[in-house]
C-alpha cells in the first residue's frame, strides 16, 4: 500500500514539474531594451570659399613648378622652359641676371615682373639688329622688359599708364602701355604691339610672363635733334645783314660820276689797256 502511494506521489511530482518546465519554455524572453538614440549632432556649418579671380593668363604647360624652381634664380627657371636662350645670354652679357638674383634675395618687400620674349620672338628681329646695338641701349632693352614690381596674372588691368619699367618712366622716350581686354592682355612700345602669351613662372615675389614679340623701346628710333646754333653766331648775324643794307644804300646813293667811274670797271679792274691802246692808234691814223 505504501507503495503505490509513493508511486503515486512521484508521479504527481514528475507530472508537475513537466508541467513547470512546459510553462517556462513557452513564455517569451524579454527583448533588450534598445539602446538610447545618440542625440543628433547640430549639421556642420559648410563655408564656401569665395571663388578666386580667373587669371588672364593662362599657365603655360612648359612652365616650372614653383616648388622645383628657386625664386631667386632666374636662369634656373628660365633655363627650365627651355625657349628663352637668346634673353638669358642677354641678361648674363649686361649683368642683369646677377642684379635680379640679388634683388630678389635682399627685398622683403615688393617684386618684379619680367616680360620675357622667347627665341623665337628672337629671330623675327631684322637682321643683325641685336649685333648693332651698343652696350648702353643692350641694358636698356632687357631692362625695358622689366617691371620694379609683382604682377598677378589677373592684376594687369590694375595697372596704369604708361607703365614704369626698371629702363624709366618717360612716355616721349620710353612709352609701355598695358592693355588688358577680357582674357587678353596686349602691350604697345609705340613701336612693337605685343600680347601677352602666357604665364612661364609666378609666386609671391617674381612672376614671369612669356610675350610673343620683343618690346623695343621708342627712342631706339627716335631721330637725333640737330645741335642749337650758338649764342654768339646768332649776335653776329643781325650785324652783317645792317652792312648789307649799308652797302645797298650808298650804291642808291651814287651820283653819276660816281656811275660812270664804276661802268669803267670790269670785274672790279679799270680798263686801262684799252686807253693806252688807244693813244697810240690814233696818232698813226693821223700820219697816214
Same mark, same amino acid.
Not at 638669358?88 to 638674383?101: C, D, Q, S, V, Y
Not at 609671391?204 to 623701346?217: C, E, G, R, S
Given at each position: ?35 538610447? /538614440? ?40 628660365? /633655363? ?27 627685398? /622683403? ?180
Amino acid at each position: 500500500m505504501k507503495k503505490q502511494q509513493v508511486t503515486g506521489l512521484y508521479l504527481v511530482l514528475l507530472v508537475l514539474c513537466c508541467t513547470i518546465i512546459q510553462a517556462f519554455s513557452q513564455t517569451p524572453a524579454a527583448s533588450p531594451k534598445p539602446a538610447p /538614440k545618440a542625440a543628433a549632432s547640430p549639421p556642420k556649418a559648410t563655408t564656401k570659399k569665395a571663388p578666386s579671380p580667373k587669371p588672364l593668363v593662362p599657365t603655360l604647360p612648359q612652365s616650372p613648378d614653383s616648388s622645383d624652381a628657386a625664386p631667386d634664380d632666374i636662369t634656373k627657371i628660365l /633655363k627650365k622652359a627651355k625657349i628663352f636662350n637668346v634673353l638669358i645670354r642677354l641678361m648674363k652679357t649686361t649683368e642683369i641676371m646677377n642684379n635680379i638674383n640679388s634683388q630678389l634675395i635682399t627685398a /622683403k618687400t615688393g617684386g618684379i615682373t619680367i616680360l620675357a620674349p622667347d627665341d623665337d620672338a628672337f629671330s623675327n628681329l631684322k637682321a643683325g639688329f641685336l649685333n648693332s646695338l651698343d652696350e648702353k641701349q643692350k641694358i636698356e632693352l632687357v631692362q625695358f622688359h622689366i617691371l620694379p614690381e609683382f604682377v598677378a596674372s589677373n592684376n594687369f588691368d590694375s595697372l596704369a599708364n604708361p607703365v614704369q619699367t626698371v629702363a624709366g618712366k618717360d612716355p616721349e622716350r620710353l612709352p609701355l602701355n598695358v592693355n588688358a581686354l577680357g582674357n587678353s592682355v596686349n602691350i604697345s612700345t609705340g613701336v612693337v604691339n605685343a600680347s601677352v602669351v602666357g604665364v612661364v613662372y609666378s609666386d609671391n615675389k617674381l612672376a614671369i610672363y612669356k610675350v610673343d614679340k620683343v618690346l623695343l623701346p621708342l627712342d631706339f628710333f627716335q631721330k637725333a635733334k640737330p645741335p642749337a646754333l650758338a649764342p654768339t653766331a646768332l649776335a653776329k648775324a643781325p650785324k652783317a645783314a645792317k652792312e648789307n643794307t649799308a652797302a645797298d644804300d650808298q650804291d642808291g646813293d651814287a651820283t653819276p660820276a660816281d656811275q660812270q667811274k664804276s661802268a669803267a670797271v670790269i670785274n672790279g679792274k679799270p680798263l686801262v689797256s684799252v686807253a693806252i691802246a688807244s693813244l697810240v692808234v690814233v696818232p698813226m691814223m693821223m700820219w697816214s
